[in-house]
């Protein structure tokens, strides 16, 4: 079983920044997410094995950066230049497409139990 822990959510105002850590057992692709109450689950940045491989969704993309410490067992995701529109509950989740970057939902295995990000206008 992968065990995922995230960290370093919080309250924050627009235009500022948080990093979020995922604590992982094992070097898998990883993926990030986010979900607002009445929302569905919806991507937003995922990298391979190595992190050589990333992929963003527009709406973060060129604001938030996703990153892998393989020695350290920990992934994050820089996020900058945060909007209002970011709150969220931020999930990371592994899969074992080692290679791939996977976008979907449906593509990862094993998820954190979520860190709430919230930004004030």
């Given at each position: 079983?992968?065990?995922?822990?995230?960290?370093?959510?919080?309250l924050?105002?627009?235009?500022?920044?948080?990093?979020?850590?995922?604590?992982?057992?094992?070097?898998?692709?990883?993926g990030?997410?986010?979900?607002?109450?009445?929302?569905?689950?919806?991507?937003?940045?995922?990298?391979?094995?190595?992190?050589?491989?990333?992929?963003?969704?527009?709406?973060?993309?060129?604001?938030?950066?996703i990153?892998?410490?393989?020695?350290?067992?920990?992934?994050?995701?820089?996020?900058?230049?945060?909007?209002?529109?970011?709150?969220?509950?931020?999930?990371?989740?592994?899969?074992?497409?080692?290679?791939?970057?996977?976008?979907?939902?449906?593509?990862?295995?094993?998820?954190?139990?979520?860190?709430?990000?919230?930004?004030?206008?």
């Amino acid at each position: 079983q992968v065990q995922l822990v995230e960290s370093g959510g919080g309250l924050v105002q627009a235009g500022g920044s948080l990093r979020l850590s995922c604590a992982t057992s094992e070097h898998y692709a990883m993926g990030w997410f986010r979900q607002a109450p009445g929302k569905e689950r919806e991507f937003v940045a995922a990298t391979n094995w190595n992190g050589a491989i990333r992929y963003y969704a527009d709406s973060v993309k060129g604001r938030f950066t996703i990153s892998k410490d393989n020695p350290r067992n920990t992934g994050y995701l820089q996020m900058d230049s945060l909007l209002p529109e970011d709150t969220a509950g931020y999930y990371c989740a592994a899969s074992p497409l080692r290679l791939e970057a996977p976008r979907g939902v449906q593509e990862y295995d094993y998820w954190g139990q979520g860190t709430q990000v919230t930004v004030s206008s």
